[in-house]
């Protein structure tokens, strides 16, 4: 058998991106400080310059890979979206862009005009190409919310949409929308009667 040469096949592979920035750092970039700092660290320790290394390199890896599971953590864990003001916020689409000449500040006075929402109630607007997405606060009134589908701008109409929730992202119930039907639902009811 060949156990070797499968071992160490993945490992080499592995090794391709890291030999390619190393080759780039050694080529392009002065490490007179770096050489001093590893010589000074190997004597210190009793150890070769060669084990000095190769400890930083390990070093640098798990630190790399520990940093970015605590991020992921992080994102998992983080709360729906609430504005500075402590409104809960909801992402939407709208079928603008950049290609149709919109601006922030026309977008955001639009906005302000056809829904009411305050100005400082528009966050994280992202225009991009073909497509605009930024966050409003929760609870869009549906008649609001059909009159943005066809309000224009630059001739061209806003098809706002809302966004779903990321999968992967930890949300708050939904009993405050839950409860708001409700109360409608008991309000005509008792209008009813």
Do not use: W
Not at 33 to 40: D, I, P, S, T, W
Not at 160 to 174: F, T, V, Y
């Amino acid at each position: 058998m060949n156990d070797s040469n499968d071992t160490t096949a993945p490992r080499i592979n592995q090794a391709e991106p890291l030999k390619n920035r190393l080759r780039q750092v050694l080529q392009n970039e002065n490490l007179d400080a770096q050489r001093a700092m590893v010589n000074e660290l190997a004597a210190e320790l009793g150890a070769d310059v060669l084990a000095c290394a190769a400890a930083l390199l390990y070093l640098n890896q798990t630190g790399n890979r520990k940093f970015q599971a605590a991020r992921e953590e992080q994102k998992a864990a983080a709360p729906p979206e609430i504005s500075p003001s402590g409104i809960k916020m909801v992402r939407y689409r709208l079928e603008v862009g950049r290609k149709h000449q919109v601006t922030l500040e026309a977008l955001v006075k639009l906005l302000v005009d056809e829904s009411g929402v305050e100005k400082t109630n528009i966050n994280n607007v992202s225009i991009h190409g073909l497509y605009t997405i930024l966050e409003l606060p929760d609870g869009m009134p549906p008649d609001i919310f059909a009159h943005l589908k066809s309000v224009e701008i630059n001739q061209q109409k806003l098809h706002i949409k809302r966004l779903k929730a990321n999968p992967n992202k930890k949300r708050g119930n939904n009993n405050f929308r839950r409860m708001r039907q409700r109360n409608s639902q008991s309000g005509q009811e008792g209008a009813a009667s």
